[in-house]
């Protein structure tokens, strides 16, 4: 069965600090993958999406990047965070042909 | 902007009652999706519809769809507490690259034991 681990499951960062969130899926190959954030209380607000490896899009324009160095594997970086990056972020991963997105349980990021 | 829009933007109801759920949406699409999020925690799928559908079932889940008003609604039936979560409809348009879905605000429901 599949599976999908992201990590760390919560951080706290000053601003002006890197970060880097890491995304794995098991259990299956060449996903769609995909980054969202959300702002508490809020719905989800897609960041990247991935159709394969070193493919990357972005959907809003920021100070955040994206990398797909293996297939299985989505990191969502920053070399400069803002307070405004506060928030819950989540990976999510799509069976390519097939229409329904499973969810990691998400990182909580806290800049301060 | 969001394509979905859920409403009521939070509902609180006793164990037992029904909850529904509406959702409002702009472009055409290929399906709707209902996911549920507790607290926390990630999402998870509960249900699909596709635009040729406009009724569809499962366990106490009743998801409707109206195409031409751009709508979908979801009814939980004899709610429990754990039903307790926020939920969120997310359309897959006609249009668009790699099945980007697109959520709404959600609706944040609250079960009283």
């Known amino acids: 069965s599949q599976t999908i681990h992201q990590w760390p499951a919560t951080l706290v960062q000053p601003v002006g600090s890197p970060l880097s969130l890491e995304c794995t899926v098991e259990?299956?190959?060449?996903?769609?993958l995909y980054w969202y954030r959300q702002a508490a209380g809020r719905g989800l607000q897609l960041l990247f999406y991935?159709?394969?490896?070193?493919?990357i899009s972005s959907e809003v324009p920021q100070n955040l990047s994206a990398s797909r160095p293996q297939d299985r594997q989505f990191i969502l970086s920053s070399k400069k965070l803002l307070l405004s990056d506060s928030g819950f972020y989540l990976c999510?991963?799509?069976?390519?042909?097939?229409?329904?997105?499973?969810f990691g349980p998400g990182t909580r990021l806290l800049v301060l | 902007s969001q394509q979905g829009e859920e409403d009521p933007q939070a509902l609180s109801i006793q164990e037992g009652e029904n909850a529904t759920m509406n959702c409002s949406y702009k472009?055409?699409?290929?399906?709707l999706q209902w996911y549920r999020q507790n607290s926390g925690r990630g999402l998870v799928h509960l249900i699909l519809?596709?635009?040729?559908?406009r009724e569809k079932h499962s366990g106490r889940l009743r998801v409707t769809l109206d195409t031409s008003k751009k709508s979908s609604s979801l009814l939980i039936t004899a709610s429990r507490a754990a039903d307790t979560a926020s939920y969120f409809c997310?359309?897959?348009?006609?249009?668009?690259?790699?099945?980007?879905?697109?959520f709404g605000s959600g609706t944040q429901l609250t079960v009283l034991p």
């Open positions: 999510a991963w799509r069976e390519n042909l097939r229409e329904t997105q499973y």
């Open positions: 259990g299956t190959s060449n996903p769609n």
């Open positions: 991935s159709v394969g490896i070193g493919q």
């Open positions: 472009t055409s699409i290929n399906n």
């Open positions: 519809i596709r635009s040729n559908e």
């Open positions: 997310a359309t897959d348009p006609t249009s668009g690259s790699a099945r980007q879905l697109t």
